[in-house]
């Protein structure tokens, strides 16, 4: 499986984006959101790679308790 953020093939489990809390990811990717979120790195500039429409805060992640279903 490729990974839509870095494109690279990954064979281990993948995980959530925070981005939408459904598309699959890389872990690599994974902890670099993490580092986002945190404010630790600095956000993600390049193209949109996830696929749902819930990335509603300012920063571009999904908190718990704000999805509006």
Not at 2 to 17: D, E, G, H, K, Q
Not at 44 to 62: E, H, I, S
Request: contains cysteine.
């Amino acid at each position: 499986m490729n990974c839509p953020r870095c494109s690279a093939m990954f064979y281990t489990p993948p995980v959530i984006s925070r981005k939408d809390n459904q598309t699959r990811i890389c872990s690599d990717c994974g902890l670099l959101e993490g580092l986002e979120a945190a404010g630790i790195k600095a956000p993600y500039r390049g193209p949109q790679y996830w696929t749902g429409d819930r990335c509603r805060t300012g920063d571009g992640m999904v908190r718990p308790g704000r999805r509006s279903d």
